[in-house]
């Protein structure tokens, strides 16, 4: 499957009119969302926390987070988002995705949203 890209717009959730719009990659892999710390760090988001996080080769390595608004596809939800470094590709994680009632359609490579968001598991 390619890669599949969204716009997304992160704001600062105590200044929600200081916010920054990018494409971000849709990484279902991922758990939370990833922004290069200099948009975070220009919209007002301060660093509230860390968390240590498993990278696809094995290793694992502490990360700077912080709460944040994310709108996607007129879609709005809050989510912990991770500093990353500068040139960082911004990632779309699954906890956003999911909150957001939007799923990967993996057979036409786009994001579609769901008819309503999930309060329970899948065949239940």
């Known amino acids: ?8 717009t992160i704001s600062n959730i105590a200044e929600p009119d200081r916010g920054w719009t990018g494409r971000f990659l ?13 948009h975070m760090e220009a919209i007002g988001i301060e660093p509230d ?6 990278l696809a080769d094995g290793s694992a390595i502490r990360f700077d987070i912080a709460p944040a608004r ?3 596809m007129g879609e709005r939800t809050s989510v912990d988002v991770i500093f990353g470094n500068d040139d960082a ?3 779309l994680g699954l ?15 786009r994001l579609k949203r769901l008819p309503a968001v999930r309060l329970k598991p899948i065949g239940r």
């Open 1 to 8: 499957m390619g890669a599949v890209h969204v716009e997304v």
């Open 26 to 38: 849709v990484d279902t892999g991922a758990t939370d969302c990833m922004v290069p710390r200099k």
């Open 49 to 54: 926390w860390q968390r240590v996080y498993e």
């Open 70 to 72: 994310i709108e996607f």
């Open 89 to 91: 590709e911004p990632l």
């Open 95 to 109: 906890t956003a995705l999911e909150s957001a009632g939007v799923e990967i359609d993996p057979a036409n490579q």
